[in-house]
């Protein structure tokens, strides 16, 4: 168990629809990331969250958006949802300690998108 | 622009024997590298990393070799079991990028198979 959970692990729905993803870091890390895996791909970069605040984003599409509250927990919100964007969406954390070297990212089992 | 690359999708390996899985880098700003395991329907975990001062780590059966020189790294299994079947993914970071700021970039991953 990684620490992170991600609601909900499986989703359904249809295309032009709205949906939110969920993510709760571990305790105490102040940075959150979201990853796009699609079939055959590896663990594309969407976006990283830093203590509330945006860092650093990565190949995410404009119908995408996401935020971290204060609580630390993040939400990725997908809209106009297309048959493409079925995929599996990853969360991880890491721990707000500014060192270099200590990379690793801890991720949560992952919410697995489909859209019909 | 594909920055980390991992160009053999799948391997098959007889139990006992050694895996190499290979990755290359062409970010020369690179400098700690990570491999991730993932089974299906888990999150990626992480395995063993390696940073730019060294050129070996080792931590039980599996070692990471780095070629700065080549930007080639490689993680070695010995001996392979049953167990190490999964997909296993490279990732890459440059160690500072502002604070709070820092990113992971991953490979597609190559598919293990170890054959008892």
């Known amino acids: 168990d990684s620490g992170v959970t991600q609601t909900p692990k499986h989703l359904i729905t249809a295309t032009g629809q709205r949906v939110t993803l969920r993510c709760s870091p571990r305790?105490?890390?102040?940075?959150v990331y979201w990853y796009q895996q699609s079939l055959d791909q590896g663990l594309q970069f969407l976006i990283q969250y830093y203590n509330g605040e945006e860092r650093a984003k990565g190949n995410i599409l404009e119908r995408f958006s996401a935020q971290q509250f204060p609580d630390l927990h993040s939400e990725l919100n997908l809209s106009s949802l297309e048959l493409g964007d079925s995929a599996l969406y990853f969360c991880?954390?890491?721990?707000?300690?500014?060192?270099?070297?200590?990379?690793?990212?801890?991720f949560g089992e992952g919410s697995r998108l489909t859209v019909l | 622009d594909q920055q980390v690359k991992q160009n053999s999708p799948s391997l098959s390996v007889q139990e006992g024997r050694i895996s190499i899985l290979n990755c290359d880098y062409t970010?020369?700003?690179?400098?700690?590298f990570l491999w991730y395991k993932k089974y299906p329907a888990e999150g990626p975990t992480f395995l063993i990393s390696i940073s730019s001062i060294k050129d070996k780590n080792e931590d039980g059966r599996f070692t990471v070799f780095l070629n700065k020189s080549a930007k080639h790294l490689s993680l070695h299994i010995v001996p392979s079991q049953p167990g190490d079947s999964a997909v296993y993914f490279c990732a890459a970071s440059a160690s500072w990028s502002g604070a709070g700021s820092y990113q992971l970039t991953f490979g597609k991953g190559t598919k293990l198979s170890v054959i008892p």
């Open positions: 991880a954390s890491k721990s707000g300690v500014p060192l270099p070297n200590t990379g690793e990212l801890f």
């Open positions: 970010n020369s700003m690179f400098d700690y």
């Open positions: 305790s105490g890390d102040l940075s």
